[in-house]
């Protein structure tokens, strides 16, 4: 059972356009959410987070838009850049402090010239 | 500053050989976890340590793996005997107390392992 969702396995967008990446989370009890960046035989890399206290948290091109009453949380890029062209983890957490976090499958975004 | 430090990188072994991985946490992390990532999967949490005590190992499959952090720094994960099913990258991370934003779950490149 699947509590954090990631239904498009791949996303394809053009240079310079906005990428949105969705997840989906069914355990109302998490709190914090987080998006990793992974490239080929690297690990995970921290991107962006966002409490339950809010519902948008930007960062540079990276904003995180979190919407509780629908479970949905959504990662917008813009503009798109060569360099995003990674695999792209949701993960949640229940509970403050440092309790594990569960991710979902990942989306593989490419950004085409 | 060093993040954190897995070894080895890969490891290739024959179905029922022992096998075992090593994390260095970043320094100061009280908090440190292993995942295991499968193929075309997102990292499932294998165990997590506060200092040198499991907090929590409740997805640890304990009829063939163990884990250790002695003294509450580094840590191993041994596998034995290893079965072809457990072929997948196993991930060390390491957090602060609070475990939040860019300076908390910070993971390390992984060792990928491959039972034949």
């Known amino acids: 059972d699947q509590q954090v969702k990631q239904n498009s396995p791949s996303l394809s967008v053009q240079e310079g356009r906005i990428s949105i990446l969705n997840c989906d989370y069914t355990n109302s009890m998490f709190d914090y959410f987080l998006w990793y960046k992974k490239y080929p035989a690297e690990g995970p890399t921290f991107l962006i987070s966002i409490s339950s206290i809010k519902d948008k948290n930007e960062d540079g091109r990276f904003t995180v838009f979190l919407n509780k009453s629908a479970k949905h949380l959504s990662l917008h890029i813009v503009p798109s850049q060569p360099g995003d062209s990674a695999v792209y983890f949701c993960?949640?957490?229940?509970?403050?402090?440092?309790?594990?976090?569960?991710f979902g499958k990942g989306t593989h975004l490419i950004i085409q010239p | 500053e060093a993040g954190v430090v897995q070894s080895p990188r890969y490891k290739i072994i024959e179905k029922k050989q022992p096998v075992a991985f090593w994390c260095n946490p970043i320094?100061?992390?009280?908090?440190l976890y292993w995942y295991r990532q499968n193929l075309g999967q997102g990292p499932e949490l294998l165990i997590r340590?506060?200092?040198?005590?499991?907090?929590?190992d409740s997805q640890l499959p304990k009829d063939r793996f163990s884990a250790e952090r002695l003294k509450g720094v580094d840590s191993t994960l041994k596998i034995q005997p290893a079965e072809l099913g457990d072929s997948a990258v196993y991930l060390c991370a390491s957090s602060t107390r609070t475990g939040g934003g860019r300076y908390g779950y910070t993971f390390g490149s992984g060792t990928r392992l491959t039972v034949v």
């Open positions: 993960a949640a957490r229940v509970g403050g402090g440092a309790d594990g976090l569960t």
């Open positions: 320094s100061g992390h009280n908090t």
């Open positions: 340590y506060e200092n040198e005590e499991a907090v929590d």
